[in-house]
């Protein structure tokens, strides 16, 4: 998800140029059409402090230790954005709402776990759009299938 978030703010701060707003284009229908799978899985656990992994199952794998849990909301309502940091890179609420307002024409509202799971809890974290937002969601769990922007994702194979 924060690669994903660096590209899409790289094309928000070139968003006058040719290539950018062809690029918002396509993104914008990528974000209605798909819910777009990202390569980061949240694990949101009973005590202590939540866990975000990015680029799960590559050698790039890095995890990075946050309170996530809380209520849904929009983005730029958010009263501690901190967790965000942990999930995008960033938790500048007001870059992050426009970047996603400027890709989908909607304001951004993120989805999350609201209250401590009585057991860890695993989410994938993906990025769509519907008709009155545009979603970061990060408490949908990872048996799902969708698609993804250049990024395979399966199941783990089962040992017997």
């Given at each position: 998800m924060p690669l994903h978030h660096a590209i899409f703010k790289a094309l928000y701060q070139q968003r006058d140029t040719n290539q950018a707003k062809e690029a918002r284009e396509f993104l914008e229908q990528q974000f209605r059409e798909k819910w777009l799978t990202t390569l980061t899985r949240i694990t949101y656990t009973p005590r202590g402090k939540d866990k975000a992994t990015h680029n799960f199952g590559t050698q790039e794998q890095y995890e990075i230790d946050e309170?996530?849990?809380g209520e849904d909301g929009w983005i730029k309502n958010l009263k501690k954005p901190k967790?965000?940091?942990a999930i995008l890179?960033?938790?500048d609420i007001k870059e992050i709402n426009n970047i996603y307002t400027w890709i989908t024409n909607k304001e951004a509202?993120?989805?999350r776990v609201n209250s401590a799971p009585e057991?860890?809890?695993e989410r994938v974290a993906r990025f769509y759009a519907v008709s009155g937002r545009a979603d970061l969601d990060c408490d949908r769990g990872p048996s799902?299938?969708?698609d993804s922007l250049g990024v395979l994702a399966c199941r783990e194979a089962?040992?017997?």
């Open positions: 309170n996530i849990i967790f965000l940091e890179g960033s938790s509202y993120i989805w057991q860890n809890t799902g299938s969708n089962t040992r017997s």
